[in-house]
């Protein structure tokens, strides 16, 4: 059972637009929900991160919404670039089960020059 | 942020010998590194925890007795593929859980590729 349902599985943007990914999970335990940008043969590098104590946060371009009724969060690429083409993960953890990770199915974004 | 360091990047091994994957927390100390195997274009999937001077939590449908972890010390956790097939061929990436960060975030290694002839 997938606890952390992710879309769109891929998403072509025009550099400068936005893009927009999707996630939403059921678990009301989970208390931490990351993004990680991965780049082909590499590994996970974390993007930023948030708790359920707050609706929004952003860090230069990234921006993660939260919407804790809806159970749903997003990550929004603002004046988004070519180098940002990569596969997008979110994630959802509970500090009360040891801070397993339940990973999305990931993104795969290209953003058009 | 935090650096989490594998070796080797990849690997290239005959079917039937053993591979050991080294998984390092660089700068700060580990008590819970994950291990996780991922197909291409596919997200990923945990094998396996490891926890410091404890023996490693398998996730259902993975061989203990095939997927040797070690958590020696606080920055140091180790993978080894026994007896390695064709099908073992993947992308392994370990994390490492800082444990002073908040809410026990996972930083990544750079991953291994292993492919078994």
């Not at chain 1, 072509?12 to 082909?40: H, L």
């Not at chain 1, 590994?43 to 609706?55: E, M, Q």
Request: charged share 15%; net charge positive.
């Amino acid at each position: 059972q997938q606890q952390v349902k992710q879309s769109p599985q891929s998403l072509i943007v025009q550099k400068g637009g936005i893009s927009i990914i999707n996630c939403a999970y059921e678990n009301t335990a989970f208390d931490y929900f990351p993004w990680y940008q991965q780049f082909p043969g590499k590994g996970p590098a974390l993007l930023i991160a948030i708790r359920p104590d707050v609706s929004e946060k952003k860090e230069g371009r990234f921006t993660i919404s939260f919407n804790k009724s809806a159970k749903q969060f997003s990550l929004h690429i603002m004046d988004s670039q070519p180098g940002d083409s990569a596969t997008y993960f979110c994630a959802a953890s509970s500090s009360n089960t040891g801070n397993q990770f339940y990973f999305g199915t990931g993104t795969s974004l290209t953003v058009i020059p | 942020g935090a650096v989490v360091s594998q070796h080797p990047s990849r690997v290239i091994c005959k079917s039937g010998t053993s591979v050991k994957i080294e998984c390092r927390s660089l700068d700060f100390q580990a008590t819970t590194m994950f291990w996780y195997r991922q197909f291409p274009k596919q997200s990923l999937m945990l094998m396996a925890t490891s926890n410091e001077g404890s023996k490693a939590t398998y996730e259902q449908g993975v061989e203990k007795d095939k997927f040797l972890i070690n958590h020696a010390s606080l920055t140091l956790s180790t993978l080894t593929v026994t007896s390695a097939h064709p099908e073992d061929s993947s992308f392994y990436i370990c994390s490492a859980r800082e444990e002073a960060g908040p809410w026990g975030t996972q930083y990544f290694g750079p991953g291994t590729r292993l492919l078994v002839l």
